[in-house]
Structure formats: structure tokens, C-alpha cells
């Protein structure tokens, strides 16, 4: 009778299951208040679902964004606009939203590890002091869904994933939201993080030639720029070596000489032999001398602590994911983390030419994850069934006609107030610190706007504001930047 009642019961329940619905115009309101540089900032926090139309008005897309706006600022709806993205592409808006400029971060240790228990806590540095904060997640990231028609068919990947469609369909959603939120008048800024450096390039030429929305400020968080990065040959690879400088500095693996010195005295030597001698050794390929080849390999050796002997077996071009792997095998035989390199792993065996995982990202995982769908249900109020997704699915990316170098630079001769801040880490070996420097000379390569671009380096890695130290700095550089981008009555003229 028991196991009757208890399938009878099973059977209601089923009857009564709804599909999943992704919500596609709705929003959650809360208000708070934080200390930030010693005053208490009021703010009201607003997330929710924002549709994307089509070019015939039909909704394809619900974007699931977080706005917080300051409350008690007599400025209102003057007050700087940030548009806040992360990259993969594929990845949610959650690690900045979480641990660099928003109000809330993390519970880590003051180096970026992960304790326990899980949740947030207060940001005493987020911008919000200055700046209200828009976080985005593109589609089939955090909540961020496509929206079936009628037939129940899903719109085409193409309309979302690509350079190029990811741009178009993000500066419309952008349009709207600013229309909805009466903030035309607000000094606007665009920050994107690693693939997100290249979404913000090209969203500051597309809200301004389509959406006509001009802009004060990109900021690049460790940019990803696909003019470099993963192209490999004599610029990517030489582009490289000041960043394997840097970690073997830090995990003291450079000869007494340099080790002895600071980490940002011995930069600028590293670089300068990348760009003047690394460079034109492996532009040459194998009709180096055998000599000039023997010198590089000694050279290169002590500015990256691996031996000059597994740097020929290289051919002097070595790759990172071997560099993560050799620095440390004969000292520990512990690997070094891709995206912050300060992170330790433990593989199967010490031999082999890469790591087996990454132990930064796994480390990230472990306190973002429980800690994002935490504070969006318990203390933003939004609860669904919807699953969370710190990375998401994006198809094949279409990565072709990739101009946006150039549309930031037309952006930036149309609009003379546009100014342009590159964030780095210097442990960082994804999108290393001097690859971004580099990009940011090869965007305007007459120099007319060099001093409208900045850049600040960090001693962590990808996600630089993890370490305490560098999330104070980070958050002051921004600050800075953002009130030198702002007119103040001056005209928007050459």
C-alpha cells in the first residue's frame, strides 16, 4: 500500500513539472549600503533580464545583467556609467562582478586563495564611490540564454558567437539599456577583461558609428588581442620572454644577479632583449649561426631560468605551456599556473611538455562558483532554476575579420575626449603583460594619440585584483583614470 501511495504521489509531481522558463524582461531591486574610502555609499542593486531583438523586432536573446547605482550622490543620473564585460569568449561577468569593482567580492585570502567557508563580503574598494556598474553576461553565460520563436526553434549560433556579431548585438543591448535607465547624459566607460579586450576595442567604433553613443573610456583588463595571441612565429614567441622573466623571478629561479634586483628593474632589460635580439634570432629560423644561436640560448636562459640546453632543444622558440611545465621540474617538479603563475600544480608524472591542468582556474572554481550562486539568490533575490554558467558554451567562435585594433583608433580620432587604460599582471602567462603593451602601441601607429593611452602593471596575474594588495592599486588606478577621462567643461576638440 506504501510503495502505491508513494508512486501516486511521483506521479502528481511529474504531472505538475514546468518547463524551464528563461525569463525575458524582468528585474530584481534591493538597496544597500557600503563603506568606501571611509564614506558610506548607498546604492541600489537591480538584476534581472534584458531582451536582444532582431533586426524585425523578435526577441532572440534574454541578456541577464546586475546594475548597482549609487543613491546618495546629488549627481544622479550624471554620474559615470560603467559597462562591465569578462571574455573566454564564454565566460560570465562574474569575476569582476565579484572580486575587483563591485561591492561585493570574495572570501580569499589577501594572495587570491580560495577559504572556506564560502561567500562575500564588503568592498571597501569597489568604484562604486565614483562610477555606477553595469555587469554583463553575453549570451550562454551566467543566466544569458538565446529565446526560441514560436516553432520552439533556437535563433542561429551566428547571430551571437563571432567578433563581430558578438559587437553588433551587445552595443544594441547597451543602446537599450541606457535608454531605460535615463543615462544619456553619464559619462560612459566600457571595461573588458582578457577576451573582453577585444569585445571593448570593437564595441567603442560600434556604439559610436551605430548606436551613436560616445564614450570617454575602454579599460582592458589583461586583453586578448588575436593579432598576437596563439598566431605563434618570431613577434608572439619573443613577446613572451619578459613575462617567463617575471615568474621565474618570482619562483627565485633567476641566477643571483637578477634575483637579488626588484622585479621591475629587471623588466625593462628583459624587454629590451625580446624586442632587439630575441626577435630577429627567430626571425631568422634555422640560417642563424650556430654561434649567434648558442648566445641567444645563454642570454635567454638568464632572463627565464630554464636551462640553455632545453632552450635549444627548443629551437629558442619556446612555447608557454612547456615553460609551465620545465621551470620548476628539476627544483620541486611542481608545474606553474597558465593565467597567474604564482599558482602550483601537481601533475602524474614530472615528464611531459605541458601541464595536466590548470591549477589557477581550478583554484578560481572553487570560491567563485558557490559564492555567485549564492549572492544572486540570497542577496540580489534572484532564484531560478537556470544554471549559473561560469563558462558557457559559444559554439565555434568565428574569429575572422578581426579589425578592432583599428575601430578602437577610429573611434579614438572621432572622439577626442576617448581615452584608453591597459590593466596587466605581470605573472600572467595567457595574455602576457608585454603582449599588451605591445597592442597598445600597434593601435594608432602614428603616435598622435599616445598620451591618451595608459598602462599599469600589477604583481599577480590575470585577474589581478585577487591579491589584496593589487586590488587596492587596481581600483585607485581606475579611479584615476576615470576622473582624467572626464571633460570638465572642456570641448570635445583637437
Same mark, same amino acid.
Given at each position: 500500500?506504501?510503495?502505491?501511495?508513494?508512486?501516486?504521489?511521483?506521479?502528481?509531481?511529474?504531472?505538475?513539472?514546468?518547463?524551464?522558463?528563461?525569463?525575458?524582461?524582468?528585474?530584481?531591486?534591493?538597496?544597500?549600503?557600503?563603506?568606501?574610502?571611509?564614506?558610506?555609499?548607498?546604492?541600489?542593486?537591480?538584476?534581472?533580464?534584458?531582451?536582444?531583438?532582431?533586426?524585425?523586432?523578435?526577441?532572440?536573446?534574454?541578456?541577464?545583467?546586475?546594475?548597482?547605482?549609487?543613491?546618495?550622490?546629488?549627481?544622479?543620473?550624471?554620474?559615470?556609467?560603467?559597462?562591465?564585460?569578462?571574455?573566454?569568449?564564454?565566460?560570465?561577468?562574474?569575476?569582476?562582478?565579484?572580486?575587483?569593482?563591485?561591492?561585493?567580492?570574495?572570501?580569499?585570502?589577501?594572495?587570491?586563495?580560495?577559504?572556506?567557508?564560502?561567500?562575500?563580503?564588503?568592498?571597501?574598494?569597489?568604484?562604486?564611490?565614483?562610477?555606477?556598474?553595469?555587469?554583463?553576461?553575453?549570451?550562454?553565460?551566467?543566466? +544569458?540564454?538565446?529565446?526560441?520563436?514560436?516553432?520552439?526553434?533556437?535563433?542561429?549560433?551566428?547571430?551571437?558567437?563571432?567578433?563581430?556579431?558578438?559587437?553588433?548585438?551587445?552595443?544594441?543591448?547597451?543602446?537599450?539599456?541606457?535608454?531605460?535607465?535615463?543615462?544619456?547624459?553619464?559619462?560612459?566607460?566600457?571595461?573588458?577583461?582578457?577576451?573582453?579586450?577585444?569585445?571593448?576595442?570593437?564595441?567603442?567604433?560600434?556604439?559610436?558609428?551605430?548606436?551613436?553613443?560616445?564614450?570617454?573610456?575602454?579599460?582592458?583588463?589583461?586583453?586578448?588581442?588575436?593579432?598576437?595571441?596563439?598566431?605563434?612565429?618570431?613577434?608572439?614567441?619573443?613577446?613572451?620572454?619578459?613575462?617567463?622573466?617575471?615568474?621565474?623571478?618570482?619562483?627565485?629561479?633567476? +641566477?643571483?644577479?637578477?634575483?637579488?634586483?626588484?622585479?621591475?628593474?629587471?623588466?625593462?632589460?628583459?624587454?629590451?632583449?625580446?624586442?632587439?635580439?630575441?626577435?630577429?634570432?627567430?626571425?631568422?629560423?634555422?640560417?642563424?649561426?650556430?654561434?649567434?644561436?648558442?648566445?641567444?640560448?645563454?642570454?635567454?636562459?638568464?632572463?627565464?631560468?630554464?636551462?640553455?640546453?632545453?632552450?635549444?632543444?627548443?629551437?629558442?622558440?619556446?612555447?608557454?605551456?612547456?615553460?609551465?611545465?620545465?621551470?620548476?621540474?628539476?627544483?620541486?617538479?611542481?608545474?606553474?599556473?597558465?593565467?597567474?603563475?604564482?599558482?602550483?600544480?601537481?601533475?602524474?608524472?614530472?615528464?611531459?611538455?605541458?601541464?595536466? !591542468?590548470?591549477?589557477?582556474?581550478?583554484?578560481?572554481?572553487?570560491?567563485?562558483? &558557490?559564492?555567485?550562486?549564492?549572492?544572486?539568490?540570497?542577496?540580489?533575490?534572484?532564484?531560478?532554476?537556470?544554471? !549559473?554558467?561560469?563558462?558557457?558554451?559559444?559554439?565555434?567562435?568565428?574569429?575572422?575579420?578581426?579589425?578592432?585594433?583599428?575601430?578602437?583608433?577610429?573611434?579614438?580620432?572621432?572622439?577626442?575626449?576617448?581615452?584608453?587604460?591597459?590593466?596587466?599582471?605581470?605573472?600572467?602567462?595567457?595574455?602576457?603583460?608585454?603582449?599588451?603593451?605591445?597592442?597598445?602601441?600597434?593601435?594608432?601607429?602614428?603616435?598622435?594619440?599616445?598620451?591618451?593611452?595608459?598602462?599599469?602593471?600589477?604583481?599577480?596575474?590575470?585577474?589581478?585584483?585577487?591579491?589584496?594588495?593589487?586590488?587596492?592599486?587596481?581600483?585607485?588606478?581606475?579611479?584615476?583614470?576615470?576622473?582624467?577621462?572626464? &571633460?570638465?567643461?572642456?570641448?570635445?576638440? !583637437?
Amino acid at each position: 500500500m506504501k510503495k502505491l501511495l508513494l508512486l501516486f504521489i511521483l506521479a502528481i509531481s511529474l504531472c505538475q513539472a514546468q518547463n524551464l522558463q528563461i525569463p525575458i524582461d524582468t528585474s530584481y531591486i534591493t538597496t544597500n549600503s557600503i563603506k568606501i574610502k571611509g564614506k558610506t555609499i548607498d546604492y541600489k542593486a537591480e538584476t534581472g533580464f534584458q531582451p536582444v531583438w532582431d533586426n524585425s523586432g523578435i526577441v532572440i536573446a534574454s541578456l541577464n545583467y546586475t546594475y548597482y547605482k549609487r543613491t546618495n550622490d546629488s549627481k544622479a543620473n550624471k554620474r559615470p556609467l560603467l559597462f562591465s564585460f569578462n571574455g573566454g569568449p564564454g565566460s560570465a561577468s562574474v569575476w569582476m562582478h565579484l572580486a575587483y569593482t563591485g561591492p561585493k567580492i570574495l572570501n580569499i585570502d589577501d594572495e587570491g586563495y580560495p577559504i572556506q567557508p564560502y561567500g562575500v563580503k564588503d568592498n571597501s574598494n569597489s568604484i562604486l564611490d565614483i562610477a555606477d556598474i553595469v555587469y554583463v553576461n553575453p549570451v550562454n553565460t551566467g543566466y +544569458s540564454r538565446k529565446i526560441a520563436n514560436k516553432e520552439g526553434k533556437l535563433p542561429e549560433d551566428e547571430l551571437f558567437f563571432g567578433i563581430n556579431a558578438d559587437i553588433e548585438y551587445l552595443a544594441g543591448w547597451m543602446n537599450t539599456f541606457v535608454t531605460r535607465h535615463n543615462r544619456w547624459e553619464s559619462p560612459k566607460f566600457i571595461i573588458g577583461e582578457s577576451y573582453g579586450g577585444t569585445r571593448v576595442m570593437g564595441l567603442a567604433l560600434e556604439l559610436q558609428n551605430r548606436q551613436w553613443m560616445y564614450l570617454n573610456g575602454v579599460i582592458m583588463v589583461s586583453p586578448a588581442d588575436y593579432k598576437v595571441l596563439r598566431v605563434g612565429g618570431p613577434l608572439s614567441s619573443s613577446l613572451n620572454l619578459p613575462y617567463y622573466t617575471a615568474a621565474a623571478w618570482y619562483h627565485k629561479m633567476l +641566477s643571483p644577479e637578477l634575483q637579488s634586483k626588484d622585479l621591475l628593474d629587471i623588466l625593462p632589460e628583459a624587454e629590451s632583449f625580446a624586442i632587439n635580439k630575441l626577435m630577429p634570432a627567430l626571425a631568422k629560423g634555422g640560417f642563424i649561426s650556430n654561434p649567434k644561436r648558442q648566445e641567444i640560448a645563454e642570454e635567454m636562459s638568464f632572463y627565464s631560468g630554464l636551462s640553455s640546453k632545453v632552450i635549444l632543444q627548443q629551437n629558442l622558440d619556446v612555447p608557454n605551456r612547456f615553460f609551465w611545465k620545465e621551470l620548476l621540474r628539476n627544483k620541486s617538479g611542481m608545474t606553474i599556473g597558465r593565467l597567474d603563475s604564482r599558482y602550483l600544480g601537481i601533475d602524474k608524472v614530472e615528464t611531459g611538455s605541458s601541464p595536466e !591542468y590548470n591549477s589557477e582556474i581550478s583554484s578560481w572554481l572553487h570560491s567563485f562558483t &558557490p559564492a555567485i550562486n549564492y549572492y544572486m539568490a540570497n542577496e540580489l533575490g534572484l532564484k531560478t532554476d537556470i544554471k !549559473y554558467n561560469v563558462f558557457g558554451n559559444v559554439g565555434d567562435w568565428d574569429r575572422s575579420y578581426d579589425n578592432v585594433r583599428d575601430n578602437l583608433r577610429q573611434a579614438m580620432a572621432q572622439n577626442p575626449y576617448l581615452k584608453v587604460l591597459t590593466q596587466s599582471g605581470y605573472y600572467d602567462g595567457a595574455t602576457t603583460y608585454f603582449s599588451a603593451k605591445y597592442s597598445q602601441w600597434q593601435i594608432d601607429p602614428s603616435g598622435k594619440f599616445k598620451d591618451r593611452f595608459s598602462f599599469k602593471g600589477y604583481r599577480s596575474g590575470h585577474m589581478m585584483y585577487l591579491r589584496n594588495e593589487d586590488l587596492i592599486k587596481a581600483n585607485d588606478d581606475l579611479r584615476e583614470f576615470i576622473e582624467s577621462a572626464l &571633460p570638465k567643461g572642456k570641448s570635445a576638440k !583637437y
